[in-house]
């Protein structure tokens, strides 16, 4: 029979106190600082919004990492907490509070769990939480004294009640206090919204940008000034964003040009971008070199996926040094059937010692283009993962390419096509063939080294919509099942 463990003198306190609001309330000047934040969380996650009011207008710690706890918050609560920011706000002064950043994006867990092991050990938490604040607080916010507001927003057209709440309460106070978004993830927002939201979290602080809007290039030039205001972005993803042509008239053509062409001289004030990830952004066709030329900072990823690539585009692929550090390549969905391929095989050259992950999937290359990059894939000695799914490649070329990664020593994964000999002659997949033929390619690549995680996949059943896959075995689709 096991003896459960006793409750600790702060336990039995924070149990009383949650038991008693006002009582809390009136304890907290008081209040040891290692109370705080256990208390705190039980307050917060027992939805006690008054307590929650009054702790955080005399938090007495740098920072107050809410966001961590805000997993299905609810309004009240929430509103709590802008409330707690609101009261310190009109107190001239208060000998308690050290507050200098509420932070509400979903990290630093950890804060929480190392203040509740400093309730029973020697662990210096407090510590702990002054360098937290180090690292994100900048100089001239400690000098104005005012609390850092630290956000993530992924913003819809239609705001729900939480968001639109902090949108207008922010927007309410961004004489008073400082806002900082961090990543921010829009989708179908109109321009002028979007102008609203970064006149108040300056946009100087977003490391990390996700647009999904179907704006027209009128609306992506004027977009433009803002999205070069954006100089410490590490991380942008485009995706999609529509070449609206109106006519076929030159003029018409001279203003869409004018227009991508403002929005990609953004680029160059970028000088910390380290992964560009594009998806269908066919308004760019033709004006990939001018994009990679703007580069100030070398990538780690480039990630250009369903895009109707030209020649002119793919050509710049090896010409650019911004490319040439490359970690992730991912081509993914960029038809390459009809171009000529030695520019990509000219890449794979220069990032051979750097390349980890190469995904050309749904790229519908034949043999005689893989072949000619097979000179280059065998020395990319760093890779992890590659897939070649959906590409149209035979038995024999497959075996070829698998002879060529003898140097593939820390590759984890590998997904290649089915080759085209598991096809009859009216494009179905042979069952028997697919059983077949994809164990005899796995015992070439055996017989060079052992694959740690390997794959061969036919293409979409008709029917369907699934694969055949081979894994340690073949799983055939839905129809065949």
Request: aromatic share 10%; charged share 20%.
């Amino acid at each position: 029979m096991s003896i459960p463990t006793p409750l600790t003198l702060q336990m039995l306190a924070r149990q009383s106190l949650l038991r008693n609001e006002d009582v809390a309330i009136f304890s907290l000047e008081e209040m040891p600082n290692v109370l705080f934040p256990a208390l705190f969380k039980e307050a917060f996650e027992g939805r006690q919004t008054k307590l929650v009011k009054e702790m955080v207008a005399t938090w007495p710690l740098p920072c107050l990492p809410v966001g961590a706890l805000m997993k299905t918050p609810s309004l009240e609560t929430f509103q709590a907490v802008l409330d707690g920011v609101d009261m310190r706000l009109t107190r001239k002064f208060h000998p308690r509070t050290k507050l200098q950043v509420l932070d509400l994006r979903n990290a630093h867990q950890s804060f929480w769990n190392i203040w509740a092991g400093a309730e029973e050990s020697s662990c210096s938490a407090e510590n702990w939480e002054e360098k937290q604040v180090v690292k994100v607080l900048p100089r001239y916010a400690l000098r104005r004294q005012r609390v850092k507001v630290i956000v993530e927003l992924c913003i819809w057209s239609c705001l729900d009640e939480t968001q639109a709440y902090f949108l207008k309460w922010a927007q309410q106070r961004k004489g008073s206090l400082h806002f900082c978004c961090t990543q921010m993830t829009i989708w179908e927002l109109p321009l002028i919204v979007l102008k609203e939201i970064l006149n108040v979290f300056n946009p100087q602080h977003i490391t990390e940008l996700e647009l999904n809007t179907e704006w027209n290039l009128s609306d992506l030039a004027h977009f433009a000034p803002y999205f070069g205001k954006m100089i410490n972005l590490q991380k942008v993803f485009l995706a999609p964003l529509h070449k609206m042509t109106l006519s076929n008239s030159t003029e018409t053509r001279d203003r869409e040009t004018k227009c991508i062409k403002k929005f990609i001289s953004q680029f160059s004030k970028f000088n910390c971008l380290q992964h560009l990830c594009m998806f269908c952004v066919h308004f760019l066709r033709d004006h990939m070199n001018q994009v990679l030329g703007s580069l100030m900072t070398p990538l780690e990823t480039l990630s250009i996926t369903y895009y109707l690539i030209s020649q002119k585009d793919l050509d710049s692929l090896s010409r650019r040094q911004s490319l040439f550090q490359l970690k992730h390549l991912d081509l993914s969905g960029v038809v390459l059937c009809d171009l000529d391929i030695m520019p990509l095989r000219g890449l794979l050259e220069k990032v051979a010692d750097t390349l980890e992950t190469l995904d050309l999937k749904w790229c519908r290359m034949n043999d005689s283009q893989l072949y000619a990059l097979l000179p280059a894939l065998r020395h990319c000695c760093q890779l992890t993962m590659v897939n070649f799914y959906s590409n149209n490649f035979s038995m024999h070329i497959l075996k070829d390419l698998l002879q060529h990664t003898i140097n593939w020593s820390r590759i984890n994964v590998e997904l290649y096509p089915a080759p085209l000999e598991c096809y009859d002659d009216l494009a179905q997949v042979s069952v028997e063939r697919f059983a077949l033929l994809c164990p005899e390619i796995v015992d070439t690549l055996r017989a060079i080294r052992q694959p740690k995680s390997i794959s061969f996949a036919t293409d979409t059943c008709q029917r369907c919509g699934e694969h055949y896959v081979y894994h340690n075995g073949s799983r055939l689709c839905c129809c065949w099942q």
